[in-house]
């Protein structure tokens, strides 16, 4: 897998992951919707540079002008309910993807800390032959991407895998980098060194659905 971390190097990101770290912003569930969406627009431009381009032409009202454009055919699939707006910042830029939308959360073993992913709705096209951009807000385990993967490969094989991912762990890539096709990429905006016994990302942000949609 080749892991792409961007916030390494990109101030524009990193002031959008230290407004969904900080929990004084975090109130604002609108605005945390709002950073990950342009996350997701800044990592999809990023992303954008790995398609393949090829000539088309266009016409404006004077002449015609040669351009290079993406042709490819992509496929976004988002992990509910966390994934919804990352899902969104790439659909802005990449607005005649197809989508795919996979349901997958952890349940818990009573209090303790052991948990197995169950994934119950998934509706995605075929995958064959096409770009597959799997979203994954927190790449905390690997196990929901692992278990989603999976489900997927009942639609076809794709061409090529591209991940976008918020944060990780750095426990989770090593994990999912067993997993995952050798040519898959992993576009991330922050790596943090740990996970807590109940598998969150520390120092991360908390949980990324709650954040986003759940109850005041
Ligand atoms: N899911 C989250 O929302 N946050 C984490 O830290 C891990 C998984």
New binding site residues.
């Given amino acids: 897998m080749i892991v792409h971390n961007l916030g390494e190097k990109n101030s524009i990101l990193n002031q959008f992951i230290s407004e969904i770290r900080d929990s004084k912003v975090q109130k604002d569930a609108m605005r945390f919707r709002l950073n990950i969406e342009r996350i997701g627009e800044v990592l999809g431009y990023e992303f954008s540079k790995e398609l393949g381009y090829s000539p088309a032409r266009v016409k404006t009202p004077l002449g015609v002008k040669e351009m290079n454009l993406n042709q490819d055919h992509l496929v976004i699939c988002s992990i509910l309910r966390?994934g919804l707006p990352l899902h969104q910042g790439l659909l802005n830029y990449f607005d005649t993807a197809e989508n795919g939308f996979i349901s997958a959360f952890?349940k818990h073993d009573g209090n303790s800390d052991n948990f197995e992913v169950i994934v119950k709705y998934f509706a995605a096209p075929s995958l064959v032959g096409k770009i597959l951009v799997l979203t994954d807000?927190?790449?905390?385990?690997g196990r929901?991407l692992e278990n989603v993967l999976l489900a997927l490969k009942q639609h076809g094989t794709p061409s090529a895998i591209h991940i976008i991912s918020v944060?990780g762990?750095q426990q989770g890539i090593e994990y999912i980098n067993e997993i995952f096709p050798e040519h898959t990429h992993l576009w991330i905006a922050a790596i943090d060194p740990e996970?807590?016994s109940?598998?969150?990302?520390?120092p991360?942000?908390?949980?990324?659905?709650?954040?986003a949609f759940g109850e005041k």
């Fill in positions: 966390a952890r807000p927190m790449l905390a385990t929901t944060i762990s996970l807590n109940r598998g969150y990302i520390v991360g942000i908390g949980d990324a659905g709650d954040l």
